[in-house]
């Protein structure tokens, strides 16, 4: 089996997994909400087509089915739109209940998503939240960086005055910045330890993508490691061309290596290509030759490769790691916090999206996710959890959009019967999710596009 249909293997669990726990849960959420307000729901559905799986359950005999395309799913109530219904259950079906109901029905499905990342990001801070601190060396020269003028050293602690305690939410925190403001604030602590504010003017500065790192866009440059090799993955490019563990190396094809960073710069562009690397091993100078192999690395596309890690000595772990964590109250509040702060800047980012000011190409399809899906189950129960938290999130906030055929229009459609008093005609709801449904398959060819030509890119 070849690299890459070995690797696209090691996804397809982890992006079943994270498909069927999100629909579950969306599901789950209409689900639930219709029980308890006394409508017959006659099937619970995890995906579409023919079941794989099949039981009746509860003195209404409700079908819970896993079938065979598994692309979302449903949840099937007693309507008389859909069939003869007997008049003593005339009052539990869905088309009979009080538009109030019917509003909680369809809104409660993405409600639970929504929900559900409160719960992921309340435990992730309770556990407590690995990440990077955000210390800074030298800005990448003509960024907006440089111009704000970072220094080496500069520790950022805030941005437009909200904290940022890792490198993530920071590139977090930027990205929503530069959707409202072309002038950001950046609150950082200097090698001396005084506070100091820099200014990121964004009016030189390229549209952000989706396809970079953020904080590299903007010219910052975290704080690196020593160009120290500290493990040497078995099979790969770097044991194969005799790389050992406290190799450091000193230079590649006669350019000089400063730390990991540039070292993972210059390796990442250059997949294929045979290198000349000058390392010291035991205080003596020693040349290797190696070609990287050519690897998927979400959307940066295919990259170069060794197969090597870096050694961090003790005090500049000390010095970079920092662990977030909160008690079950305030964890719980900055899971809200986090839910609605990635909900709204989901929001504006489609808006960003409709008036041309954000690429189309952000927009992300089922081989990008299962790609993400596989790195994040690679690396740690947290990461995946965190990244199932990011998808419900989209999920959410996608059905709630106001397109019929999603939830969010035909919560529109009853919110103009709440208005008029009366139900859109049939005709004018059947015309709406006809547009519906051509809109989404668009989007949906859209997001393959792009996944597509991110993978053959």
Do not use: C
């Not at 060396?137 to 704000?148: E, F, I, K, Q, V």
């Not at 909160?326 to 929001?347: H, N, V």
């Not at 899906?373 to 990461?383: E, I, K, N, P, R």
């Amino acid at each position: 089996m070849s690299q890459s249909l070995w690797s696209s293997a090691s996804y397809l669990l982890p992006f079943i997994l994270t498909l069927g726990v999100l629909i579950t849960v969306h599901e789950f959420g209409h689900f639930w909400v219709a029980r308890r307000l006394g409508v017959k729901v006659l099937r619970f559905s995890i995906g579409f087509g023919a079941p794989l799986w099949l039981r009746r359950s509860g003195v209404d005999g409700t079908e819970f089915a896993i079938t065979a395309i598994p692309l979302g799913g449903y949840v099937r109530m007693l309507d008389e739109r859909e069939g003869p219904v007997a008049a003593a259950e005339l009052p539990r079906a869905f088309n009979r209940q009080p538009v109030g109901n019917r509003i909680a029905i369809v809104v409660a499905g993405p409600l639970f998503n929504l929900l559900f990342a409160v719960l992921a990001y309340s435990l992730l801070f309770m556990t407590g939240v690995g990440g990077i601190r955000p210390l800074l060396d030298a800005p990448l020269p003509d960024s907006a960086a440089a111009r704000a003028g970072f220094e080496p050293g500069d520790l950022i602690t805030a941005v437009a005055g909200q904290s940022t305690p890792t490198l993530q939410a920071v590139g977090m925190a930027l990205l929503e910045q530069s959707l409202e403001r072309e002038r950001i604030p950046v609150q950082v602590q200097d090698e001396a330890g005084q506070l100091r504010l820099r200014i990121l003017d964004l009016q030189q500065q390229k549209p952000l993508t989706g396809d970079d790192d953020v904080l590299n866009q903007f010219g910052l440059a975290p704080w690196s490691v020593p160009a120290t090799v500290g493990q040497v993955l078995e099979g790969k490019p770097g044991q194969r061309a005799g790389f050992l563990p406290g190799d450091r190396i000193l230079s590649i094809d006669g350019h000089t290596i400063k730390d990991w960073r540039q070292l993972v710069a210059y390796v990442q562009t250059r997949p294929g290509q045979t290198l000349t690397v000058a390392i010291e091993r035991g205080g003596q100078p020693k040349t290797l030759r190696v070609i990287p192999e050519a690897a998927e690395d979400g959307a940066q596309g295919k990259v170069g490769k060794i197969g090597i890690g870096g050694q961090v000595p003790e005090e500049v772990a000390a010095r970079l790691q920092v662990v977030v964590r909160y008690g079950p109250f305030r964890a719980i509040m900055e899971g809200i916090a986090k839910t609605w702060d990635t909900s709204w800047f989901t929001l504006r980012m489609l808006g960003r999206m409709l008036i041309g000011k954000v690429s189309l190409s952000n927009i992300s399809g089922p081989i990008t996710i299962a790609k993400f899906a596989g790195q994040a189950a690679s690396v740690g129960l947290a990461a995946f959890l965190s990244f199932l938290a990011l998808v419900s999130i989209s999920l959410g906030v996608l059905n709630l959009l106001p397109v019929p055929i999603l939830d969010g229009g035909h919560l529109l459609y009853y919110l103009i019967e709440l208005i008029k008093g009366s139900p859109l005609s049939d005709v004018a709801q059947e015309l709406g999710q006809r547009l519906g449904l051509v809109l989404l398959v668009m989007l949906m060819g859209l997001a393959l596009f792009n996944d597509l030509s991110r993978l053959l890119g």
